[in-house]
């Protein structure tokens, strides 16, 4: 059975960084481009980031571009997402999402929910 | 960017009707869409993909059309059990912009 597992979420102040883990299991994601979606609290979803197979090629939303940085540890079989220079509108719970054949995603993980705030 | 925008944000229709929601795409993405269901306090789910294929598991209620910059989901016969926000979601390139969603309730 696929399943993702996010943690490392948690309260931050702003200016302040924070590392998310994405734990995979039931797949091996070496195979798969990874992604990061985000929800604020009773909003809708936001597509963050993606990444490929070996880690070469990433993608950011404009949102957080330049402050997000995307990674994996194939042999760990754990995708990260690095979030420095935080803001009060990055408070959101963050899910993992394996890409399918194409460029949507066909399984999520649970959600870490992370707070900006003094 | 090309920016997605999803109508009705919200609708209520009694359970057997037939629901249309409605997804634009600013500029043209052949048949690049994607169409998620989130349930209240869940994670979202694939429902369709490529404007009209639906997901494996997926009830044959639902289903997907569109080309280009007009997209639909379509209920045949709406259930209590699909309560849930949907969005629509274009991945023809980078960034993969979601619609804005819409929920939808039991009349």
């Known amino acids: 059975e696929v399943q993702l597992v996010e943690s490392g979420g948690g309260l931050v102040q702003p200016g302040g960084s924070l590392r998310l883990s994405c734990a995979a299991s039931g797949f091996t994601i070496s195979s798969y481009w990874m992604h990061w979606v985000r929800q604020a609290p009773g909003k809708g979803l936001v597509w963050v980031s993606r990444i490929n197979t070996d880690g070469s090629i990433t993608g950011y939303a404009d949102s957080v571009k330049g402050r997000f940085t995307t990674s994996r540890d194939n042999a760990k079989n754990t995708l990260y997402l690095q979030m420095n220079s935080l803001r009060a509108e990055d408070t959101a719970v963050y899910y993992c999402?394996?890409?399918?054949?194409?460029?949507?995603?066909?399984?999520w993980g649970q959600g870490t929910l992370v707070t900006v705030s003094s | 960017d090309i920016q997605m925008t999803q109508s009705p944000s919200s609708l209520s229709a009694s359970v057997g009707d037939r629901v249309t929601i409605t997804c634009r795409a600013s500029?043209?993405?052949?048949?690049?869409l994607a169409w998620y269901q989130q349930k209240p306090g869940k994670v979202p789910k694939l429902l369709i993909y490529a404007a009209s294929t639906l997901q494996s598991g997926v009830p044959s209620r639902f289903s997907g059309s569109g080309s280009g910059t007009h997209f639909t989901l379509t209920i045949s016969s709406l259930q209590p059990e699909d309560v849930a926000a949907y969005y629509c979601?274009?991945?023809?390139?980078?960034?993969?912009?979601f619609g804005g969603g819409t929920k939808v309730e039991i009349k």
């Open positions: 500029q043209g993405i052949s048949n690049y």
């Open positions: 979601q274009k991945y023809d390139s980078v960034p993969l912009t």
């Open positions: 999402a394996r890409e399918a054949g194409g460029w949507y995603v066909d399984h």
